[in-house]
């Protein structure tokens, strides 16, 4: 064993013995830890946990929807049924799919926390253009500009697997 690893591992030997002589008080893990501080830290974490989850199913929900309505475009025309793309919405999000000529929509709204997903397919040029967005509120008007689908202002897009970036 090198000479310096030695002294590393009587040197932390030593430094924890020292602290067991006078009984140096160490902090347990935040999970071990009680009070309303720590209380409040893990009720934040969980929150956040769960947040980062119901987005997650979300997207893969909203790029499913997108990839099945365009696929279902070139085969006739889009649908205003998800059992007929495969599809379910998750059991803690209420979905809204909404169909008109050349457009269709799914919104899906969790149960807790104020986020909202929505997801538009939309035919230009008879071409289907899609898109899937993150906000809060009831979200507005879609933005067409140059062959590309666009959020509604004040909402952030989400990242479609499977899909084609467009740029």
């Keep these: 064993m090198p000479v310096a690893l030695r002294w590393s591992v009587v040197s932390l030997l030593g430094l924890l013995g020292l602290a067991g002589l006078v009984q140096l008080p160490l902090a347990p893990p935040l999970a071990m830890r009680t009070g309303a501080d720590t209380d409040q830290v893990l009720a934040d974490l969980a929150n956040q946990e ?3 989850e119901t987005a997650e ?11 099945g ?3 279902r475009y ?4 889009f649908t205003g049924y998800l059992d007929v793309l495969g599809l379910e919405p998750p059991p803690d999000m209420e979905s809204t799919l909404s169909e008109v000529p050349g457009m269709v929509q799914l919104l899906l709204v969790p149960r807790h926390g104020d986020r909202r997903f929505v ?10 253009r899609g898109v899937a967005c993150s906000g809060v509120g ?9 062959n590309l ?10 990242r479609l697997s499977g899909l084609p970036r467009q740029r």
């Design 119 to 128: 997801a538009r397919v939309q035919a230009v040029d008879n071409v289907p």
């Design 50 to 52: 769960a947040d980062q």
């Design 74 to 77: 070139f085969w006739g025309g």
């Design 69 to 71: 309505e365009i696929t």
């Design 57 to 67: 199913r979300a997207t893969q929900l909203l790029s499913r929807f997108v990839g």
């Design 149 to 158: 689908l666009q959020c509604p202002e004040g909402w952030s897009p989400l």
């Design 138 to 146: 009831e979200p507005g008007r879609f933005i067409h500009d140059a």
